[in-house]
């Protein structure tokens, strides 16, 4: 075995060393203590000097570690421990830890490395036989003191352990076993700089003139009267005893155990200071020195007069010596054992390596604080010892956490949901926060944390559902109709299972609202769903009103059903299929082409049905017409289709209205199952081919409303909006108004008059179809020359923007800022709000201070018994730069003339980012929130009555 320096563990194997060399015996020398900044955790220079050596001169580390050196020429082993202690080590790692310094602090983090450091001391004093505890200045440093209590009673403790350890390494005599150490090592002190006045030469000279000379030069009184401190505190704290097998460490009686550097040694911890000293010696003039600066130490060992008269090697060798020559009896006067230490052992190199590797893995890796592991409870009374400041702060935290839960726990209701929660904990924490002090008040916050959250998720958990108005649910944490009650729940790591209500949502907010129609009210559940927000509510009051008028079909979602298709596919002839078959293998080039003959193998005989049924379901290319339930063309038009087949096929498309618009995607898809159907060959592969067609129309809808930026052809579950037929134009009385309608305010219930001037019709066709309107014109002739009587034949439409507010109030308006404050309206009104984008949400005139905000609900159109259409195709933006918001209509929709129309507009706006909600206050001209865009309503005179 060389003489380098390793590390523990040691990585190398007892059987690589020499036998003789394994048979001597050694004294174990171990330093550790602490150094400044500038000397770089290195206390191996002192070991270079007695060693003889170089190979701790330059060396520095910022780890903690246990560094070996073994001295083969004078059978002495040293150990350097570098350790938090060291400036250097622990600057070095407060780098490296310095986001954990500044969350958890320096006590947290000092803590846990002395910790570490009380470990690797304890191993030292169970291998060594001398122990130099380091430090850096000339005083005494009394938290040594409570280090050494400590690893006292630890060793104690764990004495039973470490016998067991070490009875396994073969040869190792009985009072080694029994104590678990090589004796009761002597410990040593280095001081590694002087008082200023005592440095370099100056500690050898008597300078005083007034007193008698002393006998012992100022250094070494400096010496003699640390021991006496040292000594008198180790002896009042008990940690060195009568009986040194008894104490964790002895002095000795009768020999020097202080050493003071004064800076003139050669291996100075402090080149800075040596050259300091030596430049104040020159200056001083004083060029003779006593000593003989010679090197190192094994220069020494040929000449004993050279050496100089005081250096640390000298120092030390005296004690090593004493070592091998007679022990250390460190009793003190007649305690002991007669004869001598009863334990004392030099240890042979081969079992001294096997002990210190056994113990060294047992000290610094297997002792833990940890629950469940060995001497657990050992360790957790070491962490008290030295964590004083921890141990302050927890006590201190410990006090306020029942304060704080307290305020957490105050006026708490029986269920509440996120922000309330963080609101009490934010209350808690502040208080505890104001008392809590140390290290451990981070974890004692978390704890805090913890149990506020627990006791919040004791039964107390909200809902957290949000209504489609803002609305959070009234209910405790609950599950849906049709859900399963027991839900997993993750607590940290855990997963519990909780047993939970089985609720809908509900926020107890109420709003009144009108049915579609506009003449029923009723009190409304805040919805949480789109369905229940725009489809629900209204489907319920339509039993009770809007059941018997007629409905404008918008389109929506409708499943196809495949199971009559597979059935026909079935029942056809397979010698007509085989035979198509074989016509498609001649002609593959008509493989794609439409032939009508093809789809008569699915049962069709009757051609023109089956194109008749095709070209209903294709868009309309014009506007379609809405005519009056009994009107002879919507009968013809709307008549159902004779072939069952086709029906199936197309699902609910085949009962539309001749007024329904359509999307192409159903008409795709059913064509697409018609050109399969004879172009798979063999059987069983065409209801395959079928049915994944219905399965791929029967999934893709749009969970959400229509808007301009859907996906093309995907239509929405249901309708959130609706179009009512109320009747003849005759209903509506303009001198009463809509106050059969319940919720309107008196003086804002009446449509605007918007004249619209035929330019298409001759007064010929008017005398002979529209005699109605030659009548009107004529009472007004009093007013008007025949001339422009004859230039502004025109005809008046009423409409109406209805607004509807929360509280059931409802209003039309006469412009589109301002809500209708009598009957008698400027002229032109109505063109304005035709021609102009409308707000969909306004202040309601129902209350002057903090009024609720009124959205735009309901659009009233009746429309005159002319020759011309009213279109309606509607477009809402909720918020600014949003989505646009459609009715799913490719083309704007025709109502019949003579006629009283109600378009009701979706509650809520839910598109792909989700839904809209109403703004809190009522928006301004500077602020304005949505809009329905302008174009909703116009005029198309291409009347005709086929």
């Known amino acids: 075995m060389d003489g380098k320096k390793r590390r523990f563990p040691l990585d190398m194997k007892i059987e690589e060393i020499d036998e003789k060399l394994k048979e ?260 001083n003039g004083d060029t003779s020195s006593p000593f003989n600066f010679s090197g190192p130490y094994y220069s020494q060992l040929c000449t004993d007069e050279i050496k100089p008269r005081r250096c640390f090697s000298k120092f030390l060798h005296n004690h090593i010596n004493h070592a091998f020559e007679k022990g250390f009896n460190d009793n003190v006067s007649k305690y002991g054992p007669p004869g001598g230490s009863s334990l004392w052992e030099i240890p042979t190199l081969s079992h001294w390596l096997q002990v210190a590797e056994v113990l060294y893995k047992f000290f610094i890796e297997r002792l833990t604080s940890a629950e469940g592991n060995d001497n657990s409870h050992a360790m957790c009374d070491l962490r008290d010892d030295l964590e004083i400041e921890t141990i302050f702060s927890e006590h201190r935290c410990k006090k306020i956490l029942p304060q704080a839960i307290a305020v957490y726990e105050e006026n708490l209701p029986s269920y509440y949901h996120t922000e309330y929660h963080n609101a009490k904990l934010l209350q808690a924490m502040s208080v505890f926060s104001m008392q809590a002090r140390g290290p451990a008040s981070e974890k004692f916050a978390e704890r805090l944390a913890a149990e506020c959250t627990e006791i919040w998720r004791s039964g107390r958990v909200r809902c957290e559902e949000l209504s489609l108005t803002g609305n959070l649910c009234v209910h405790r944490k609950h599950t849906l109709p049709g859900e399963q009650p027991m839900q997993e729940e993750k607590i940290g790591e855990k997963v519990v299972k909780k047993l939970l209500p089985n609720l809908t949502h509900s926020s107890g907010v109420q709003y009144i609202a ?39 079909p918008f389109p929506i979602f409708s499943p196809l059903k495949v199971t009559e298709s597979s059935q026909l596919l079935e029942e056809q002839d397979q010698k007509e299929l085989n035979q198509r078959m074989e016509e498609a293998a001649q002609h593959p080039e008509t493989q794609d082409k439409e032939d009508p003959e093809t789809i008569e193998t699915v049962g069709y005989t009757d051609t023109e049905d089956i194109k008749t049924e095709e070209e209903s379901e294709k868009v309309p290319t014009k506007p379609t017409t809405l005519v009056q339930k009994d009107s002879p063309v919507k009968d013809e038009e709307s008549a159902p289709s004779s072939d069952p087949v086709q029906a199936k096929l197309t699902g609910e498309t085949g009962a539309r209205t001749a007024g329904t618009p359509t999307i192409q995607d159903d008409t795709d898809i059913i064509l697409e199952v018609l050109e399969n159907i004879h172009i798979d060959g063999p059987s069983g592969k065409s209801p395959s081919k079928v049915e994944s067609l219905f399965a791929r129309s029967n999934s893709h809808f749009l969970p959400h409303m229509k808007t301009q930026g859907s996906p093309v052809g995907l239509k929405p579950e249901f309708s959130s909006w609706s179009l009512v037929h109320m009747g003849s134009s005759q209903l509506y009385s303009h001198s009463a108004g809509l106050g059969s309608m319940p919720g309107f305010m008196s003086s804002s219930k009446f449509l605007l008059p918007w004249e619209i001037p035929l330019t298409k019709v001759t007064e010929a066709e008017l005398a002979l179809n529209w005699s109605n309107i030659l009548e009107y014109a004529a009472r007004r002739a009093s007013l008007l020359s025949a001339e422009e009587t004859k230039e502004h034949i025109s005809v008046k439409v009423f409409l109406g923007f209805e607004y509807e507010c929360p509280r059931g109030h409802r209003f039309v308006v006469s412009a589109p800022d301002r809500p209708m404050k009598s009957s008698s309206t400027t002229r032109g009104a109505a063109q304005e709000l035709v021609s102009s984008d409308m707000p969909l949400y306004m202040a309601c005139p129902c209350r002057s201070k903090s009024p609720p905000v009124a959205q735009l609900m309901r659009i009233h159109l009746v429309t005159p018994k002319a020759p011309l259409y009213v279109t309606l195709f509607p477009q809402v933006q909720p918020v600014q730069g949003g989505p646009i918001f459609t009715s799913g209509w490719d083309t704007p929709a025709r109502l019949s003339i003579n006629s009283y129309w109600v378009l009701r507009l979706p509650y809520v706006y839910w598109g792909e980012g989700g839904a809209h909600l109403r703004p809190a206050v009522p928006p301004t001209r500077e602020n304005p929130s949505g809009f329905l865009l302008k174009g909703c309503i116009s005029v198309d005179e291409n009347y005709g009555e086929s």
């Not at 082993?77 to 570098?82: D, E, F």
């Not at 080590?89 to 780098?95: G, Q």
């Not at 927000?533 to 209204?538: D, R, S």
């Open 514 to 552: 009108a049915c579609n129609c506009g003449r029923k009210q009723a009190n409304r559940e805040d919805p949480f769903t789109l369905f229940d927000a725009n489809n629900g509510f209204y489907a319920e009051l339509e039993e009770d009103c809007c059941k018997d008028l007629e409905h404008f």
């Open 24 to 283: 001597r015996q050694f004294v174990v020398v171990s330093f550790f203590g602490k150094t400044t900044y500038s000397a770089r955790s290195n206390k191996g220079a002192y070991i270079d000097e007695c060693a003889g050596s170089s190979h701790f001169t330059g060396s520095d580390s910022d780890l903690s570690e246990i560094e070996v050196s073994v001295d083969q020429d004078r059978d002495v082993i040293y150990l350097h421990m570098r350790s938090c202690c060291d400036a250097y080590t622990l600057a070095e790692k407060c780098k490296k830890y310095e986001e954990n310094l500044g969350s958890k602090g320096f006590l947290s983090f000092w803590s846990s490395k002395r910790y570490e450091h009380a470990k690797a001391l304890l191993f030292l004093f169970q291998v060594s036989h001398i122990l130099v505890c380091v430090q850096p200045g000339h005083t005494v440093d009394i938290s040594y003191i409570h280090l050494f209590k400590s690893l006292d009673n630890l060793r104690n403790k764990l004495q039973n352990s470490v016998s067991k350890l070490i009875r396994e390494v073969p040869g190792l005599s009985r009072e080694w076993i029994s104590q678990g150490r090589v004796c009761s090592p002597r410990v040593l002190f280095l001081f590694l700089s002087a008082p200023l006045s005592l440095r370099g030469t100056r500690g050898f000279r008597d300078d005083r003139k007034d007193t008698k000379a002393h006998k012992n030069p100022p250094i070494k009184r400096l010496e003699f009267s640390l021991e006496d401190q040292i000594y008198r505190i180790l002896r009042k704290s008990r940690i060195i005893t009568n009986i040194a097998a008894n104490s964790l460490f002895a002095l000795p009686g009768n020999q020097e155990f202080v050493y003071v550097e004064t800076g003139e040694s050669s291996c100075s911890m402090d080149p800075t200071t040596s050259i300091m000293n030596s430049l104040y010696t020159v200056i």
